[in-house]
C-alpha cells in the first residue's frame, strides 16, 4: 500500500492551522482494502455540521449504488 506520510504532513498542517477536519483514506489493495480515518472536531457543533454533511455524503452512496446496480441488470 502507498505510504501515508503526505497525509500524516496534511493533517499536521491542520492540526497546525487550527482548521477542523475528517479525513478518510481509501486504499485498495489486490484481496483486501483498508481505509484509515483521520479528525480533529472541536465541538458539538462541529458534530452537528459534519452529521448534516454525512447525510448528504450517504445519499450519494444510495444514488451511485443504485446506478450501478441497475447498470449490472
Avoid: H, P, W
Avoid at 497546525?16 to 472541536?42: C, H, R, W
Avoid at 448534516?52 to 450519494?60: P, Y
Amino acid at each position: 500500500m502507498a505510504s501515508m506520510d503526505d497525509i500524516y504532513d496534511l493533517t499536521q498542517k491542520l492540526d497546525e492551522n487550527n482548521i477542523e477536519y475528517l479525513l478518510i483514506t481509501v486504499q485498495k489493495g489486490k484481496k483486501s482494502g483498508k481505509a484509515d480515518v483521520f479528525f480533529n472536531l472541536k465541538d458539538r457543533n462541529s458534530m452537528k455540521i459534519l452529521a448534516s454533511g454525512l447525510s448528504i455524503f450517504d445519499k450519494q452512496i444510495d444514488k451511485i449504488n443504485k446506478e450501478e446496480d441497475e447498470n449490472e441488470n
